[in-house]
């Protein structure tokens, strides 16, 4: 064998080494990557079922958390409806026991004190104020100022208070002189009850003088302009109820002294 044909035998020997070489590592390169996406994908799959694991557990959490709170509200007004016919029962016991002795003056008397006092229910024509935070989030609104706070609840009802309002409410709980009104974090408290928005405030009066002073009143348009809502709405009829607390009305007047005169 000539040494040119060896030569060439040798070379292409080098060449086939290379090939296989250059081929053994793609496959190594090629099972490594391979590798790394399975375990890759291995992960996001535990990723994703452990994610979905977590929404499973979060929305039976939720579902008995909502059964909880649809059990205490039907608890709640089924108590209520029931405290309330009691009331009922024995405000009319005792009128009976009044009109029995023949002291109709006193019964006269006691109808008038509760009524001025609010604890009366009372219906006649009126006006109902909604007040609620921005509707959609805008930057250029701060949720500061584009929330309700009790100063803005405060403003409303002295406005009908001073148009002479017979009657006032705030989301159904009735305000009387001894009212407390206060903000506490996402809520509102009245007469030691805590309401979220929106916040509906009713009032018994002359409809057209309190739609006036409220649609004119400088702050409350100031308030409107920092993207609150404001909604005022007229009705021939408007009912208030009684305060809800009058048979504990002690708690709101521990603070009174009588007055001595000199």
Same mark, same amino acid.
């Given at each position: ?12 020997? $080098?060449?086939?080494?290379? @090939? ?7 496959? @190594? #390169?090629?099972?490594? $990557? ?12 535990? *990723? ?22 649809a059990s205490e ?5 089924? *108590? ?7 009331? !009922? ?26 009524? @001025? &006092?609010?604890? !009366? ?5 009126? =006006?109902?104020?909604? #007040? ?7 930057? /250029? ?20 208070? /001073? ?8 989301n159904g709980e009735?305000? =009387?002189? !001894?009212?407390? #009104? !206060? ?42 302009? /920092? ?14 109820? &009684?305060? /809800?607390?009058y048979d504990k @009305?002690?708690?709101? =007047?521990?603070? #009174? ?6």
């Amino acid at each position: 064998m000539s040494k040119a044909i060896l030569k060439e035998k040798q070379i292409s020997n $080098l060449k086939s080494r290379r @090939i296989l070489r250059k081929n053994s590592k793609s496959q @190594i #390169l090629m099972f490594f $990557l391979l590798l790394i996406f399975g375990i890759v994908l291995m992960l996001q799959i535990k *990723t994703i079922e452990e994610n979905q694991r977590k929404s499973l557990a979060t929305k039976v959490d939720y579902d008995y958390y909502a059964k909880m709170l649809a059990s205490e509200k039907e608890y709640t007004s089924k *108590t209520t409806t029931l405290l309330d016919e009691l009331k !009922t029962k024995k405000n009319a016991l005792l009128e009976k026991a009044l009109m029995e002795s023949g002291d109709t003056t006193l019964l006269d008397s006691l109808r008038k004190i509760n009524k @001025i &006092a609010g604890f !009366t229910e009372v219906r006649g024509s009126g =006006i109902t104020v909604t #007040l609620d935070d921005q509707s959609v989030n805008d930057p /250029s609104y701060p949720a500061t100022t584009s929330a309700i706070h009790d100063l803005d609840i405060r403003q409303v009802v002295d406005i009908m208070r /001073s148009c002479g309002a017979l009657a006032i409410s705030i989301n159904g709980e009735r305000v =009387i002189s !001894t009212s407390e #009104l !206060t903000c506490n974090g996402p809520t509102v408290q009245v007469n030691k009850r805590k309401f979220p928005v929106p916040y509906k405030i009713a009032a018994i009066g002359d409809v057209v003088l309190m739609k006036k002073m409220l649609e004119e009143d400088f702050y409350i348009a100031s308030r409107i302009l /920092s993207n609150i809502q404001f909604k005022i709405d007229v009705f021939e009829e408007v009912t208030i109820q &009684a305060f /809800s607390d009058y048979d504990k @009305i002690d708690q709101y =007047i521990d603070s #009174l002294k009588e007055a001595v005169k000199p």
